[in-house]
């Protein structure tokens, strides 16, 4: 299965959901990006979400909903801009996830100081599985699972390396599947 991340802030203006650029991804899975971790939603608008849709809600709900048949449309939190996971608002993101017809929600945690940060992993997989019983995936740094055992040594090395790992080994069975994201990962990178 192939995914792609939909920049909601590229996505043109339409008053009809059948014109939303949305329908022409094609791709299996389409992540609806990128969701701040402490947002507030208010039902019906984008306020306080972090996404960046200029078409109206209803619009990109109806048009969402209209690729249930056909595509698995997930909202992703965090990226690589939205760093507050201490208030993470979990029943914020599976109201909007759920007006917005969404299977699921896929956490993009990229801690800004890297592995320092591991521990907080877990949690935040934990807390969304307590309250969210639709798909869970993760996106993780191509180097998160690095720096251990048969891949201590592993290239490349960056701040990110290892920062998935114990969060993996202790809640990864909560998640449905995981993302690798490896569109910078360089020539030294071997998957």
Known sequence: MI???????????????????????????IYISFAKPDCSYTKGSFDGTGLSFSSHFDVVSQA????????????SVGGGTYHVWSSLNVEALCSLADDLHCKGIDI?????????????MSVI???????????LSFATAHVG???????AKSQPVSIYTGVNYPGLKQSGHKLDWINVMAYDAGP????
Do not use: N
């Open 108 to 120: 993009d945690w990229e801690p800004e100081d890297g592995a320092a940060s591991a521990s907080e």
């Open 64 to 75: 969402c909903e209209s690729l249930q048949d056909t595509k698995t449309v997930m909202l």
């Open 125 to 135: 997989i934990d807390k969304f599985r307590e309250h969210y019983t639709g798909y």
């Open 145 to 151: 699972a690095y720096g251990h055992e048969l891949f």
């Open 188 to 191: 030294t990178f071997d998957p």
């Open 3 to 29: 995914g792609s991340y939909f920049c909601s802030w590229s996505s043109k203006w339409t008053s009809k959901s059948e014109e939303l650029d949305i329908k022409d991804v094609e791709s299996d899975i």
